[in-house]
């Protein structure tokens, strides 16, 4: 006997699928947002009223500066070096190799020294808070934090957010003066360009807005990179397995944001 036609039930739509993949995933980027909004503004009632450890925010700048000055004077160095290699390379007779010296000045500072430092802290530092405070929370020590009556906020995000803040625009000035000085020791060998001449062209094109252009960037940067990491942390669950999944979900999120704030900037800050 063939059921009654008003009873079948048909399969959706291609359309009618899209839609919902469209709804599920605008509620998931609504969700995410609206959790960093709170986060962020939970961090600034913290900072506002000093309820702050100081001992904890000197930790994580020690651990997010002092031990992340390595990698970073091998990434800004390589930055210069590759920079001036490359504009070498494309230089011709028809223009002055001391063009070559603001190329790579103009390059470190206001693209490769903020956005490649960014990069990289986000696989040491990001990487580290999310898996940090995601075992923390599949582990139940937050949840004993708010048993106790203390807040997970002050004690362990707005640290790691103030040392982001503070941390990452020195990282950046570091770089950019190790980017800078490596570009001038490549093109001195590679297209046997003097130092006199590098730096009467870095100087013919360098704008002071240039500096504080990268620092902000750094600044922005340094913000989102811990509070996304913090955010992710928290809502991890799964055990393990979920803090190996959050932690991979993390550095794709932050590695998005920077180059998505990057894209912003010129249009922002540079027109």
Partial sequence: MKPDATTQTSAPGPAVRALARFGRGSELVLDHAGAL??????????????RVPRRELLRQIYIMGIESLPIVFVTGALAGIVTSQQGGYQMTGAIPLYVLGSLVVETVVLEMGPVLTAIVLVGRIGARITAELGTMKVSEQIDAYHSLGRDP?????TPRVLA????????????DIVGILAGMVAARLDVGLGYESFLYGARLFWHSYDLVYSLLKALVFGLAIPLISIHMGLRTKGGAEGVGRTTTDAVMFMTLTILILDAIFPPLLLN
């Fill in 37 to 50: 909004g709170t986060l962020a503004w939970q961090v600034v009632v913290s900072t506002v009223r000093l």
């Fill in 153 to 157: 906020v002050s004690l362990l995000a």
């Fill in 164 to 175: 982001g803040v503070i941390a990452l625009p020195v990282l950046v000035g570091f770089a």
